[in-house]
């Protein structure tokens, strides 16, 4: 098996965790999500909790002290410079501690890895990888998928989108796309062959 790094990325709703999932649960590769990495360095006790409640105001935190998501989201949905302020906390943490995962996976001895970044292409993360997916759907499966799951309004979901980069952008990026906007069967065949393409399985 060849030593690989290998960079996962999408939109939001296009299904980029399906197929996380499918990497480390039937492929056996590890994946290093970029959320829940975003998840723990915002925990308490963490710095990059403390850096928030100080640039947001100690409202953001919630009674036990955890981070009031509902409330942080709210914000930053509407302002984009709220939204740069805090991803300028968040985003070094979260890089520093996959980097470290990541170190970690490869002194116990896995050589190929997978890190699951949905920000990879606007944050220019690149150089973290050395090959990059990205798993696509057109922008009305996208859309459709985004109003049904997180029940919200076609204005709501149509900003989320757009807070991201056009997903036919990060297409022409990518070295693989696996289009996943048929079925679950038809995006695991496409897994299959960038997987055997990068020499990472038989």
């Known amino acids: 098996m060849k030593e690989l790094i290998i960079g996962l990325t999408g939109n939001i709703a296009t299904g980029k965790s399906t197929i996380s999932n499918m ?13 829940i990495v975003s998840r723990e360095v915002v925990e308490p006790g963490e710095q990059a909790l403390e850096k928030i409640a100080v640039t947001f105001g100690e409202e953001i935190l919630l009674e036990d002290g955890t981070l009031n998501r509902k409330l942080l989201g709210s914000i930053i949905f509407q302002d984009q410079s709220k939204r740069e302020q805090l991803n300028a ?3 070094p943490a979260v890089r520093k501690r996959m980097i470290s995962k990541k170190e970690e996976l490869l002194q ?13 292409f606007e944050n220019n993360l690149t150089y ?12 009305d499966v996208q859309l459709q998928r985004l109003i049904e799951r997180n029940d919200l309004t076609v204005k709501e979901a ?11 952008e990060k ?14 069967e038809e995006s695991e065949i ?4 960038i997987l055997k393409e990068w020499e990472l399985i038989d």
Not at 160 to 167: A, D, P, V, W
Request: proline share 3%; no cysteine.
């Open 23 to 35: 990497i480390q649960e039937k492929y056996l590769i590890p994946v290093i999500d970029a959320d």
């Open 108 to 120: 116990q001895g896995y050589q190929s890895i997978v890190m699951d970044i949905p920000l990879l």
């Open 89 to 91: 906390i968040v985003h």
């Open 128 to 139: 973290l990888v050395e090959k990059t997916i990205v798993v696509y759907t057109t922008e």
């Open 158 to 168: 149509r900003n989320r989108m757009n807070s991201q980069m056009n997903i036919e």
């Open 171 to 184: 297409r022409e990026l990518a070295d693989a796309v696996i289009d996943n906007s048929g079925s679950i």
């Open 190 to 193: 496409q897994l299959i062959n």
